[in-house]
């Protein structure tokens, strides 16, 4: 199938069964999880500017844009989230695969970013193994053992320091990129429940 008619399906999910009550529902779609998330950036650099700096109010806007459009809770079906991953989608699949859609640990607020993040981070290092890997096998002929690819994984480590991401930056980030999918998970949840009062009036 198409992404384009992926892209319909994902903005016509509507028929969602809920879990606990077996009601259906209608959803957010990705058009309106969008739109709340731009909505809500420029509050959220001003709230972090308030109480830190305007560096860090940058990044964690950007990372809440960043986590709401591109690293939120629906990458675990093919969405408008995952669709922009573009040929790097593919990086997703695994995740799919292994978590359900709508479960606690894709939507969960306490664990759905968290996961994402431990997720990304694992693929990226598996990547930059392999990297390493081949161009030391290839270029060098001589493929690398374990203690050169911490040697490397450091370098990159004390490079990012140099520059200033430090813990305080890792945390603005995450912090960034929780809030962007938690405002998905709040819209969900918010709609689902205006759905209900409205049947019961």
Known sequence: MSDAKWQVLSEVETNICHPASDIYFFMPSGKTHD????????PTFAAVWLVTNWQFACLMTVATIFGGLMFGPDLDIHSRQYTRWGPFRFLWLPYQIIFSHRSRWSHGIVFGTLIRVVYFALVLTLLAAAAIYLR??????????YGQ????????RDHA????????ALLATFAGLWWGAALHTFADVGWSMLR??????
Do not use: N
Not at 136 to 141: D, E, I, L
Not at 161 to 168: E, M, N, S, T, V
């Open 35 to 42: 739109l709340i998330t731009l909505a809500l950036a420029v």
């Open 136 to 145: 030391a096998t290839f270029v060098a002929s001589d493929a690398p053992d």
């Open 149 to 156: 690819l911490l040697r490397a994984a450091q370098v990159i």
């Open 161 to 168: 320091l140099a520059y200033g991401f430090g813990r305080a």
């Open 196 to 201: 209900k009062s409205s049947e019961i009036f």
